[in-house]
């Protein structure tokens, strides 16, 4: 049934079929997250990352309403030249772009859904949604938190924005019983930086021992997903005051004009992005090769273990 609508490309299939290392990717950073032309390049540098870390990359979308795993160069291209016209495609809005044979850019709790419908077990990205600041009045809380609460894969990511309320969105993922795992630090990064002054759960230090720990979750059933939070290197960190003055103007903006729901976070990142003049860009991207790379690796781990 599933197969009328997944479409997973020769060379995916071919390594998820030899038990080799697939690492997914999403697309919603490709058309929402970043301006065009540096998303399309930033998303073929990662796929090539991944290969030069013995993984096969497997970018996500939906197309036409077939849930797609791999893309061309072409479809890169064109979900980074489209932006806003490809829409922003959570769990909530699939089955809509599916049935109506429309595009969609997937965000990472669906492009989780259609990585595990593919079998795949690891995905790289910049940084998961969470609690927004004022949830408690807003409800503003990302469906990625209850994709990770039920769905097996691992999510490599720089940790969340501090456009979020992290200790809210840390909070959230303790009740949903999620694991965050530090990747060589106790802090939770806060994805343009490597400090948030919150804690994560475990702190682990090689790909080997993440692969352990990962494998014997879903051995034992432990149902749902793993954040990985992988500190952006030091040398591409941003002063921890200029990016928080930065976010409290975006957000102060984002109020003022009423911007909510699911314009929240694309608005966000435009917005810092340009009171930094660039170059939370340049971190961004920066901080997803990092996770691209890790992702790999754990693939690779993980594809060794019986
Ligand atoms: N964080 C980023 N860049 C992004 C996103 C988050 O730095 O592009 C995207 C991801 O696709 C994430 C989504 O899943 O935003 C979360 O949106 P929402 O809060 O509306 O669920
Ligand atoms: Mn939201």
């Known amino acids: 049934m599933i197969e009328r609508y997944l479409e997973i490309n020769p060379e995916v299939k071919a390594a998820l079929d030899e038990n080799k290392p697939v690492v997914a990717l999403e697309s919603t950073i490709i058309s929402h997250g970043m301006p065009y032309p540096r998303n399309v390049e930033t998303a073929l ?3 090539k990352i ?3 870390n013995g993984a096969i990359p497997a970018t996500i979308a939906i197309l036409k309403g077939k849930l797609k795993v791999g893309l061309t160069e072409e479809e890169i291209e064109y979900l980074g030249k489209a ?3 490809v829409i922003k495609t959570s769990r909530r809005d699939i089955p809509f772009i599916v049935a109506n044979k429309l595009d969609g850019a997937t965000t990472v709790a669906s492009t989780m859904i259609i990585a595990a419908l593919a079998g795949i077990k690891v995905f790289a990205t910049g940084g998961i949604g969470g609690v927004h600041r004022g949830a408690e009045t807003s409800f503003d809380i990302s469906a990625d938190l209850q994709e990770l609460a039920q769905t097996n894969i691992a999510v490599v990511c720089a940790g ?4 979020l309320d992290i200790g809210l969105t840390l909070e959230y993922l303790e009740t949903m019983g999620v694991p965050v795992i530090g990747y ?3 802090e939770m990064p806060a994805f343009y930086t490597r400090r948030s002054g919150f804690g994560v759960d475990y702190r682990i230090d090689s790909p080997e021992e993440l692969a352990a720990t990962i494998k014997t979750k879903w051995d034992l059933g432990l149902k749902g997903g793993v954040v990985v939070a992988n500190p952006i290197p030091e040398e591409h960190e941003i002063d921890y005051d200029l990016i928080n003055n930065a976010i409290e103007d975006a957000l102060a903006e ?3 004009r009423g911007i909510k729901g699911k314009e929240s976070t694309p ?3 435009a917005k810092v992005k340009d009171i930094t003049k660039g170059d939370s860009l340049e971190a961004n991207i920066k901080l997803v090769y990092n996770n691209a790379r890790l992702g790999a690796n754990l693939a690779v781990e993980l594809s060794k273990l019986k």
């Open 45 to 47: 540098n990662v796929e």
């Open 184 to 186: 060589g630090t106790e």
């Open 50 to 52: 991944i290969r030069e």
């Open 83 to 85: 932006q806003e016209k």
């Open 267 to 269: 608005f966000l990142l």
């Open 254 to 256: 984002a109020d003022a």
């Open 160 to 163: 969340a924005k501090s456009i």
